[in-house]
């Protein structure tokens, strides 16, 4: 399975973005089965979980990013979303996104840098 992050791009503080995953390869019920998650890791920072979403829909956010960000997911399509609003300049990071448990192989990334 290969981790397809985009979305990513250079954004002014307090603006919105929409990032988005594909699990490519990814068997859909081995897919829709699983919790998925976004993380982000910023430069010389360890990678960071923030939102979670379970099988059943069920979410749950980092005090972080708790208000700001919504994960979501589209089983048909092997997809996750993560929409990110109020932008904050400790938002900037590389962003990706994987199973919350037993993770597949990471992908690239996509990178978010936020402005002031």
């Known amino acids: 399975v290969r981790m397809v992050e985009s979305g990513g791009k250079l954004v002014q503080a307090g603006g919105s973005l929409s990032l988005s995953c594909y699990a490519s390869g990814a068997i859909l019920s081995d897919f829709s089965g699983n919790g998925m998650a976004w993380y982000r890791q910023a430069p010389g920072k360890q990678r960071e979980l923030i939102a979670t979403i379970t099988s059943g829909g069920r979410t749950d956010h980092a005090d972080s990013v708790k208000g700001r960000f919504t994960i979501s997911r589209l089983n048909a399509k092997r997809m996750v979303y993560l929409q990110m609003n109020s932008l904050k300049p400790e938002d900037s990071a590389v962003y990706y996104c994987?199973?919350?448990?037993?993770?597949?192989?990471w992908g690239q990334g996509t990178q978010v840098t936020v402005f002031s």
């Open positions: 994987n199973r919350h448990a037993n993770q597949w192989s």
